[in-house]
């Protein structure tokens, strides 16, 4: 099990990196995007660093407005993780699933079947999806309102912990002598009968060797926090700065307090960008040059999704227009909030505000050489805002080698990070008990 005095990092692939202008490089794989092999390589770079889960999240459209729209969940993130499983031997697999629009039966038994390929590597990230042009592709004319789509999250993880527990290995026989494969009486139907799902259960594939896959969630609203607090492991947050980190950790605290489990401990990991050099000069210098070739399109498509408001026809060298209050706003609420702090941390203009979102969206940023950037890891670890890290490279491979390279040995050096893996289980890496 992890020293609860070692931090977790796990690793959020996506495309070529989180800048926008990533694909841009002349070192990077965007001839590579939908070859399952490319991840891999990614995967196994992150498990020569420790790192304890590659992740990826998911979005089930494609709208491709423009000319520069990137094709970032060319595949499925089970489907890609699978493969992964097959050249890496420890690090965990995360992946999204979208309680809004998968069959529960369907997610739990696909989940399910790659924690017995990995032998116990796996964990979801329970999201309520955010765009209309999802639901398109589901069924519906918009997304339905977040309250609703909540109560639906509500019951697709409890029933989701149903299907994952529904009969032990252990009654699986397969006795030649007294011609008996199965204990009958020790795998029984669920029954499950809600406002959303109807299944009869049990599910086809036994509990896994850590118990269940880990539940992760990464909303930051009331809602999302609630929803957290009831049945995940860990949540994956956006915090720009320790304030931000701190505001989160005590309300997770007080929607835990009113649960059934009010001493129950939830990991946290915010979001984590690094660029990092010999010298704060070269991270800088890293910096820039994605910074540089910034698709200005595409980075304003963006702001205007996360703020829920066409930002095209905003002056470029002005300060950012007053926006709504947080009760106000209907959109994605973490990424709102973020932006919120970046604008009352820094006063910016458009232009600015663009640069400090162009990798990341505005998760915590840090930029300098190992000692500095491990300074401020070693901070929000020790203050209790951070159980470890989700880490978001600006480019890819790249920065990802970087980080391994450079900043993995720093932390290992002041015995903040494992330097081999303990245990065979996600659970076990995240110092999580086996679920019996």
């Not at 399910?112 to 796996?122: A, C, D, N, P, Y």
């Not at 204990?183 to 269940?212: C, M, N, W």
């Not at 905003?314 to 994605?332: H, N, Q, R, V």
Request: with cysteine.
């Amino acid at each position: 099990m992890t020293n609860k005095n070692q931090l977790n990092i796990g690793v959020l692939l996506y495309g070529c990196g989180h800048h926008q202008a990533a694909w841009l490089m002349p070192d990077s794989a965007i001839k590579e995007i939908g070859e399952s092999r490319y991840y891999q390589r990614l995967a196994q770079i992150a498990e020569a660093g420790c790192l304890d889960a590659v992740f990826f999240a998911d979005n089930q459209s494609f709208p491709a407005n423009n000319p520069t729209d990137l094709p970032a969940f060319w595949l499925d993130p089970l489907v890609n993780l699978t493969a992964i499983s097959q050249v890496t031997d420890h690090i965990g697999l995360v992946s999204t699933i979208s309680s809004t629009f998968s069959n529960p039966y369907t997610a739990a038994r696909q989940l399910l079947s790659l924690e017995h390929v990995t032998k116990g590597r796996v964990g979801w990230n329970l999201v309520t999806s955010m765009t209309d042009w999802e639901a398109l592709n589901h069924g519906m004319k918009t997304l339905p309102p977040r309250n609703e789509r909540y109560n639906k999250a509500e019951e697709f993880a409890s029933l989701m912990e149903k299907l994952f527990l529904s009969w032990d290995q252990a009654a699986f026989l397969a006795d030649r002598s007294t011609n008996r494969l199965i204990v009958p009486e020790r795998i029984q139907a669920i029954d499950h009968s809600g406002t959303y799902f109807r299944v009869k259960g049990p599910l086809s594939t036994p509990r896994s060797p850590q118990g269940k896959p880990v539940a992760m969630q990464a909303g930051a609203s009331e809602q999302g926090i609630a929803l957290a607090a009831k049945h995940a492991d860990a949540v994956y947050s956006v915090s720009w700065n320790f304030r931000q980190a701190k505001v989160f950790r005590e309300k997770l605290q007080r929607q835990i307090e009113q649960t059934n489990s009010p001493n129950r401990k939830i990991k946290i990991y915010p979001g984590l960008v690094t660029y990092v050099g010999k010298t704060r000069e070269e991270a800088l210098a890293k910096k820039a040059e994605l910074d540089e070739k910034l698709p200005i399109e595409n980075a304003l498509n963006q702001l205007s999704f996360f703020l829920q408001q066409d930002c095209s026809t905003w002056d470029f060298e002005a300060k950012i227009p007053i926006l709504p209050s947080i009760e106000e706003f209907s959109g994605p609420i973490g990424r709102y909030q973020t932006i919120l702090e970046i604008i009352d941390d820094s006063d910016p203009t458009l232009k600015e505000l663009l640069g400090y979102l162009a990798a990341g969206g505005g998760h915590l940023t840090l930029i300098g050489t190992p000692e500095e950037i491990v300074d401020q890891m070693e901070f929000w670890f020790n203050e209790g805002v951070a159980d470890g890290f989700n880490l978001m490279p600006p480019s890819l491979p790249s920065s990802l080698e970087d980080f391994v390279d450079m900043i993995v040995p720093e932390l290992q050096r002041r015995g903040l990070f494992k330097d081999t893996y303990k245990g065979t289980t996600l659970r076990e890496y995240l110092g999580l008990t086996k679920v019996e």
